[in-house]
């Protein structure tokens, strides 16, 4: 089953990455904190209901005991958020995806997970996809805006900041995985574990809440955020499935799910209108092979 978990999540995560781009505000310097209110509020009702109907016994220590693993997911999708400014002018795409593959190495080195030959394969196919994806769609959006005769700032496209993000993003998430997947496999139960990042990620939209409502004073409504409440549902439903599949098979799970990306691009050639070039078409096809390949594996 970990398969099916792990394309669930993959379209989930996919999705919800389509309404984070339609709800990010280039101008709004607390957009990213909006978003973490957002995701947290849907994770903690979530997390509630589980407690609520479940019949596993449930200790608030777990949230302690699995904090390592919930302050990495939350601070990289926080800094994640924030790179979303400059998503269409940096390398941040490829950069960020490539967490998937860095989180299946630790895995492989340091947890003595393995993988079949032909596992290996699909993996390898679907990482080098994940970041030729990437690097194609960054190519295409400066290729746009050349020909919209619109001025790329060059602090934008090189910048430290345009840098740093993405590779503060790919590293956290790396490490997270990684000890999500050591949490999964000794420490604790796969609904364990989800309710208490769950919890975690509840606690942090209480305190974004207080920063942006009291301190920035700015009013909130849900009907203003509602592309952010629709990527918060998806982004918890991806959760739910995406801890069972890292308990089932974690080496060959983190690079899989890495590749919702790809649903991300389809999802936004067709609702946003964006152009896909034939050398994007190609990696998907490169992707989806690798993915059918773990499938039949």
């Known amino acids: 089953m970990w398969f099916t978990f792990a394309l669930i999540s993959v379209l989930a995560w996919g999705t919800a990455d389509l309404f984070y781009k339609k709800g990010n505000q280039p101008g709004d310097p607390t957009s990213h904190w909006k978003t973490v209110i957002m995701v947290g509020l849907a994770m903690g009702l979530h997390a509630f209901y589980v ?11 777990n949230i302690i ?12 999708m926080t800094v994640g958020y924030a790179g979303l400014r400059y998503i269409e002018l940096s390398i941040s795409s490829p950069i960020q995806n490539s967490s998937g593959a860095v989180s299946a190495l630790l895995t492989f080195l340091i947890l003595g997970q393995t993988m079949t030959p032909v596992q290996f394969f699909a993996v390898v196919l679907i990482s080098i996809g994940i970041i030729l994806l990437g690097v194609f769609e960054r190519q295409l959006a400066l290729e746009e805006r050349m020909l919209n005769k619109e001025k790329v700032e060059r ?21 997270g995985t990684f000890l999500d997947g050591y949490m999964l496999n000794t420490q604790m139960t796969e609904q364990q574990a989800n309710v ?17 409502r009291f301190i920035r004073k700015e009013k909130l409504t849900l009907r203003g955020q509602a592309d952010n409440a629709a990527a918060a549902v998806f982004e918890t439903l991806g959760q739910f499935f995406y801890v069972y599949a890292m308990a089932s098979n974690a080496v060959v799970v983190a690079p899989l799910i890495s590749s919702y990306s790809m ?28 993915i059918f390949i773990l499938g039949f594996e």
Request: positive net charge; proline residues 4%.
């Open 51 to 61: 407690l609520a109907t479940s019949s596993e016994p449930y200790h608030p220590i």
């Open 65 to 76: 005991r699995y904090l390592p693993v919930s302050a990495m997911y939350i601070l990289s």
């Open 155 to 175: 602090k934008y496209r090189i910048g430290a900041l345009a840098l740093v993000l993405p590779i503060l993003y790919a590293v956290i998430d790396a490490l």
């Open 196 to 212: 208490s990042y769950e919890l975690t990620f509840f606690i942090c939209a209480i305190l974004a809440y207080v920063y942006v």
């Open 263 to 290: 649903v991300s691009v389809v999802l936004s050639r067709i609702f946003l209108k964006e152009k896909l070039s034939a050398k994007q078409y190609g990696v998907i096809a490169m992707i989806m092979v690798g």
